[in-house]
Nanobody
Framework: QVQLQESGPGLVKPSQTLSLTCTVS??????????WSWIRQPPGKGLEWMGV???????YYNPSLKSRTSISWDTSKNQFSLQLSSVTPEDTAVYYC???????????????WGQGTQVTVSS
């Protein structure tokens, strides 16, 4: 059973870069056909898919966030990370990492989820 755990600072100042890491257990991020995603939920709003890293090294991003988003990975630590630059208070959300078997922008396609981590953007 794949398990995911998000980690990172809970408070980020405006204009800074938000950095989160997802640690994976019970499976390797290089295992065939797995896709590893970042998804967020602002307060009072629905889930927003941000981007995905594939087992084959591919990456796909939400076009609305692409200019500010980067996903990286460390296979030696079985982790993948999110960097979101130039944050504003509108980036305040619960951030989730998730895993599934397709590089989908539909959050419902992801089978395994971390518990989520609250990130607040405020000075």
């Amino acid at each position: 059973q794949v398990q995911l755990q998000e980690s990172g600072p809970g408070l980020v100042k405006p204009s800074q870069t938000l950095s989160l890491t997802c640690t994976v257990s019970g499976g390797s991020i290089t295992t065939n056909y797995y896709y590893w995603s970042w998804i967020r939920q602002p307060p009072g709003k629905g889930l927003e898919w941000m981007g995905v890293y594939g087992y084959d090294g591919s990456t796909y991003y939400n076009p609305s966030l692409k200019s500010r988003t980067s996903i990286s990975w460390d296979t030696s630590k079985n982790q993948f990370s999110l960097q979101l630059s130039s944050v504003t208070p509108e980036d305040t959300a619960v951030y989730y990492c998730a895993a599934g078997f397709s590089p989908s922008s539909d959050s419902r396609r992801y089978d395994y989820w971390g518990q989520g981590t609250q990130v607040t953007v405020s000075s």
